[in-house]
């Protein structure tokens, strides 16, 4: 009983030293925290995304003190965090451009498979098959939801085949951008109204394209050579977007065969050209009327 009791007192006081220990080694080795970085910490949403680079909130909110990150860095708090942390840092926020993600597939390549995939329901252990996956085509969205278990915010759902985001949820925090093993999702910016996007990622010629999606990108330029504005460029057979330069009229998606262009997610209905007026008939040529005759002069 002795032995238990002294046992209990040596680890009591052991117990006591080390934790003396530790409080005065803590007082010594303090690291001074800028307290701006503790209130911009406080600021932020916690998500801990990593949207604005940096690991973290708390590297965030350490390299806005350091002066080597934006104020309005933070993708999921918007421009109220970026507000709140220029107040702190007594700077001007300036406004943000809302970005969100964008899957470039419709998904309409599911109807082509090179074989029946069966196997881990991961998009990245899928790419490691024969042929980067079972779509024929090369560029398509998997559809297997590696973006959908990495977004913190459930902004993006894999529906009919092919990943879709919630452009009300979605924070831009680049998680999903950076799961997918074949790079088709991009941040872009964001306009509320008339915003126009080309769902593809093929690279293919228009001949091969076809043989392995039902509305793919065929690199007919239509779409280029029909914008008012000249927003729209072909990369290697894709037709890309310039959002600086857009102004969301519409007239690619209308011009497009493949109805792969969307604005606002729909394809836009052509409506059809009016009626030409007939000609008008040639007006009969009017009869002159004829001269009247001078009076005669009175005779003498």
Do not use: W
């Amino acid at each position: 009983m002795n032995t238990v009791i002294f046992a209990v007192v040596v680890l009591a006081v052991l117990g006591a030293i080390f934790g003396l220990v530790l409080a005065i080694a803590a007082k010594v080795f303090a690291v001074e925290v800028d307290p701006r970085e503790e209130a911009i910490l406080g600021c932020l949403p916690g998500a801990n995304c990593g949207g604005c680079g940096f690991p973290g909130c708390s590297g965030y909110a350490a390299a806005v003190v350091k002066g080597t990150a934006p104020v309005n860095a933070c993708a999921a708090g918007g421009d109220a965090v970026a507000a709140q942390i220029g107040e702190i840092m007594g700077v001007a926020a300036g406004a943000s451009v809302k970005m969100i993600a964008q899957v470039h597939c419709t998904g309409c390549g599911q109807n082509y498979k090179q074989y029946n995939y069966v196997g881990l329901h991961d998009c990245v252990a899928a790419s490691k098959l024969p042929g980067g996956g079972d779509l024929g085509c090369s560029y398509g969205c998997l559809g297997l939801g590696s973006c959908e278990k990495a977004c913190p915010f459930d902004a993006i759902h894999v529906i009919d085949g092919v990943a879709k985001v919630d452009e009300e949820k979605c924070k831009a925090c680049n998680k999903c951008v950076d799961v997918c093993p074949r790079h088709i999702i991009a941040l872009e910016p964001y306009k509320t109204k008339r915003h126009v996007t080309i769902p593809c990622s093929s690279h293919d010629k228009g001949v091969d394209a076809r043989k392995v999606c039902d509305n793919g990108c065929i690199g007919c330029s239509l779409c280029m050579k029909n914008c008012p504005k000249e927003a729209i460029t072909m990369v290697n057979n894709l037709a890309v977007i310039d959002y600086e330069k857009c102004i969301g009229c519409g007239i690619c998606a209308q011009k497009c065969p493949r109805k792969l262009i969307t604005v606002d997610g729909k394809v836009p209905e052509v409506k059809p050209a009016a009626p030409k007026a007939a000609p008008a008939a040639a007006a009969a040529p009017k009869a002159e009327a004829p001269k009247a005759e001078a009076p005669a002069e009175p005779k003498e």
